[in-house]
């Protein structure tokens, strides 16, 4: 969820918040990013309010150019799109088991789950067309 997200509002949080983060985040993830970087308004924020290395990303595209809310309003049920999107988190379990508990909470537990947490929020809308069908 883009809530739990570190960068998500991350420029509203403050300076020492996004160097904690930046300098987490190259030590975790090995990104190279700036403090400045640390600030997101989430997937289906304009461009220039979304992190940088989610600007192009193909699932946020479609999202937003079929006017949904996210991917889970979305009818199709296999999409290439957000299966390359969700891949990006698919190596945090193993990162999370060499990270302090501080660490995990923080900048691994957010991340971690997503494809059950896309497919709880599916569940109610295939629910509702299933009994419509």
Known sequence: MCSECQAYLGGSKGPAHQE?????WKRIYELKEEAADIDCGGCLAPDDRV??????CKARLCCRSKGLKSCAACAEISCA???????VW?????????LSPADFEAYARPYLGHRDRLSAARAPRRTASSRRG
Do not use: C, M, N, Y
């Open 90 to 98: 698919d190596g945090v379990p193993d990162i999370a088991k060499s």
């Open 20 to 24: 904690r983060t930046v300098s987490a």
């Open 51 to 56: 992190f940088h290395s989610s600007v192009r």
């Open 81 to 87: 799109a957000l299966e390359k999107a969700q891949s």
